[in-house]
């Protein structure tokens, strides 16, 4: 059973940043990519960013570059999503997501967390 763990969300004024993090059994994390979605509230699932053990690293919307940094931590098992200049529209709930294939993950990942919820005020 592959079992994700997100932490860091909150509630933060526009503008400012959040770390998210996410972090997983040894096994899982050293044989997949690992990465984010988010869901507002009404709409659909959204692919934010994605890292593979190697450092391959993809992003979603171009909404979030340049804002959004992703990383990983393979010491100590954990991904991390910086969120920079953090706008209204950013608010939602952030999933953290696990597949082998990162060319799978950005559609359909096979894992993913119970998500933590991020709002920003404006």
């Known amino acids: 059973q592959v079992l994700l763990f997100e932490s860091g969300g909150g509630l933060v004024q526009a503008g400012g940043s959040l770390r998210l993090s996410c972090t997983t059994s040894e096994r899982t994390f050293r044989r997949s990519a690992m990465g984010w979605f988010r869901q507002a509230p009404g709409l659909e699932r959204e692919f934010v960013a994605a890292i593979t053990w190697s450092g391959d690293i993809r992003y979603g919307a171009d909404s979030m570059k340049g804002r959004f940094t992703i990383s990983r931590d393979n010491a100590k098992n954990t991904v991390y999503l910086q969120m920079n200049s953090l706008k209204p529209e950013d608010t939602a709930v952030y999933y953290c997501?696990?597949?082998?294939?990162?060319?799978?993950?950005?559609?359909?990942?096979?894992?993913w967390g119970k998500g933590t919820p991020v709002t920003v005020s404006s």
């Open positions: 997501v696990a597949d082998s294939d990162i060319g799978v993950l950005p559609s359909s990942p096979d894992y």
